[in-house]
């Protein structure tokens, strides 16, 4: 099991808007370290979607928006689209193992 | 644009030791914003961090994987490798090379490489 837990899967109808949660604890989220998401299309490497826990890199959309709340943070999608269809990852800093830790996936499905 | 490349034996005998580059190009790998990091990801399964390197050296590790573990940085290359010694077949991932902001995000990723261990 990971160190932060993400729902397997998630789904939602074109336009609609999810969210995809990323749940830690008092040695990572909790501690203020910054949560990041990755989008994985099938077949592809992780892309960086959202960085220190709201900032988008550029020529991300503003569709994806992050946020972040006492040992948990969020991604959300907004006018959901076919391509947004793929696995999404959170990933932080954990004191105690000192090093960096990924979520295990939400698998994101356009109805 | 940097841009990452990983090469090495896409098969691998269980107890052997695993031995991955990551090439550099586009930018300087002693850039002192980053570390350079390596991510696997079994088949089907989640990304798994391995461990990450500053040019300078210093580095750590998944704990673990830590007592297999060496990640090593040659900047008169611009590379950095991964060594990952008694592999079994749990072992069996795409791997991918990565730079690292501070000890944050991954921002830039290599395409990965898939290792087999296998006899």
């Known amino acids: 099991q990971s160190v932060l837990t993400q729902p397997p899967s998630v789904s939602g109808a074109p336009g609609q808007r999810v969210t995809i949660s990323c749940t830690g604890s008092?040695?990572?989220?909790?501690?203020?370290?910054?949560v990041h998401w990755y989008q994985q299309l099938p077949g592809t490497a992780p892309k960086l979607l959202i960085y220190?826990?709201?900032n988008r890199p550029s020529g991300v959309s503003d569709r994806f928006s992050g946020s972040k709340s006492g040992t948990s943070a969020s991604l959300a999608i907004t006018g959901l689209q076919a391509e947004d269809e793929a696995d999404y990852y959170c990933q932080s800093f954990d004191s105690s193992l000192s090093g960096s830790v990924f979520g295990g996936g939400t698998k994101l499905t356009v109805l | 644009q940097l841009q990452l490349q990983e090469s090495g034996p896409g098969l691998v005998k269980p107890s052997e030791t695993l031995s991955l580059t990551c090439a550099v190009s586009?930018?300087?790998?002693?850039?002192?914003?980053?570390?350079w990091g390596w991510i696997r990801q079994p088949p089907g399964k989640g990304l798994e961090w391995v461990g990450s390197?500053?040019?300078?050296?210093?580095?750590y590790y998944n704990p673990s994987l830590k007592s297999r573990v060496t990640i090593s940085v040659d900047t008169s290359k611009n590379q950095f490798s991964l060594k990952l010694s008694s592999v079994t077949a749990a072992d069996t991932a795409v791997y991918y090379c990565?730079?690292?902001?501070?000890?944050?995000?991954?921002?830039?990723w290599g395409q990965g490489t898939m290792v087999i261990v296998s006899s």
């Open positions: 990565a730079r690292q902001r501070g000890l944050n995000a991954f921002d830039i």
């Open positions: 586009g930018g300087s790998i002693t850039n002192s914003n980053y570390y």
């Open positions: 390197i500053y040019y300078s050296g210093s580095n």
């Open positions: 008092s040695s990572n989220i909790g501690a203020r370290y910054d």
């Open positions: 220190g826990n709201s």
